[in-house]
């Protein structure tokens, strides 16, 4: 890996945050491989943002995400800008444009989460298990129609893990373009290729969009509910009331959203890593009964579509010995702390068989409720891809998105052969 490393001087701070620069994903990993090594807990004051530490090295993190005291996640539950803060105070007339499980503390945060974790658990992914096999048929077929050249994000890794939580959420199938077009406007809203608009106040716009179409859900399934994750959301109650409309839009919004770009995310990363490194792919391929879950697990690893969440200091502490003061901010990178030489040796190298350690789904009371989920759908796609494709290779170059909170590739053409 090239250092081309802004290094310690302010610049780093206005760089780190500049959405232009994580399509670049080899400049980011050297950005904070120094900081990692230099200013592990650095005071950051970008233009345009309130000041925090930049976390950066993976055992830090877990302290941080284990103690929900002491680190909370309101107000500053991810990174961003001043003005869009602002603008959602003013125009929405709340602090955060979505209130979900991201942006919760206790005592809500557990009851909330409690609503629909049994649906993302145990006997209920089994009884999915079935149908996800199938999906990951389906659109492996669909490489079959393509004719040996496509472009695997926007062919299959986007439409795959939609169409399993769509199928989940009780969302129909034609409905699908529009949740995938709001998500990418949502998570790629600093992107010139799914961004709505340059205006910051379009972020807005596609909330408003999200919550039209799920208020109708809502009334949809409290007339008729159904066995899906839409019903029970739509016919929640807490403390013995109903859910309040801006708890339960966010409710929909977070799985719909989260609970496919993520996954598309690794998807398709990791079938980037697996083509740039053919001895893993071959050491996957001739045994993935053993290899299957610690690949996926590095596959998300290498990924971390999630690339930070942020908390605040509930009183004075420390933070990797650094002082840390009651209501200041800390970003939590996972995807410094995924690279994270103390953790993982030769981090920098993808391997399929490696030991799972990382901290992609987050950590502690907060940590990914659809995580067995994206496991199970990553591993049905790629024991399907295992099976039936013979040769895959790059047919271009890939494309990254630009965004600091959510992201991955947004393109990656291939050449393949099917068996």
Request: a negative charge.
């Amino acid at each position: 890996m090239t250092l081309d490393v802004v290094t310690g001087s302010p610049d780093l701070d206005d760089a780190l945050v500049s959405t232009r620069r994580w399509a670049d994903e080899a400049w980011v990993h050297a950005q904070f491989a120094w900081l990692r090594d230099n200013d592990p807990v650095r005071w950051m004051s970008p233009n345009g943002f309130d000041p925090f530490y930049s976390v950066t090295r993976h055992a830090d993190i877990k302290a941080i995400e284990s103690d929900k005291k002491l680190f909370i996640n309101d107000p500053r539950p991810i990174l961003s800008g001043k003005i869009l803060e602002a603008m959602t105070r003013y125009l929405a007339g709340r602090r955060h444009l979505v209130r979900s499980l991201v942006t919760m503390d206790d005592p809500d945060h557990t009851r909330y989460r409690a609503l629909t974790q049994r649906w993302f658990m145990g006997s209920n992914l089994r009884r999915l298990e079935g149908r996800i096999a199938e999906l990951a048929t389906e659109y492996v077929n669909r490489l079959a129609d393509l004719g040996g050249e496509c472009d695997f994000v926007k062919d299959v890794a986007m439409w795959y893990p939609l169409r399993v939580i769509m199928s989940i959420l009780g969302v129909p199938d034609e409905d699908e373009p529009q949740m995938l077009k709001l998500t990418q406007e949502l998570f790629g809203s600093a992107d010139p290729d799914v961004q709505r608009s340059f205006e910051p106040e379009s972020l807005m716009d596609v909330v408003a969009d999200f919550e039209a179409y799920f208020r109708s859900l809502t009334a949809d399934r409290r007339a008729k509910p159904t066995d899906d994750v839409a019903s029970l959301i739509a016919n929640a109650r807490i403390d013995g009331e109903p859910v309040p409309e801006l708890e339960t839009n966010g409710y929909y919004i977070i799985i719909a959203t989260a609970g496919h770009d993520t996954t598309s995310s690794s998807a398709a990363g990791g079938l980037l890593a697996l083509i740039e490194n053919p001895g893993e792919l071959a050491k996957l391929r001739g045994d993935p009964d053993r290899h299957m879950g610690s690949a996926i697990d590095e596959i998300i690893r290498w990924v971390t579509p999630v690339r930070q969440f942020m908390r605040t200091a509930t009183d004075d502490c420390r933070v990797g010995g650094v002082d840390v003061a009651k209501g200041q901010a800390c970003a939590l990178w996972y995807v410094s702390a995924n690279r994270d030489e103390a953790v993982f040796e030769d981090p920098f190298s993808f391997r399929v068989d490696r030991r799972a350690n990382h901290l992609a789904f987050g950590y502690g009371p907060h940590v990914c409720l659809g995580q067995h989920l994206a496991r199970m759908e990553l591993a049905a796609l790629y024991r399907e891809l295992l099976n039936r494709v013979d040769r895959l290779e790059l047919n271009g170059e890939p494309a990254y998105t630009r965004s600091t909170f959510v992201g991955g590739l947004k393109s990656l053409p291939i050449r393949y052969r099917m068996k």
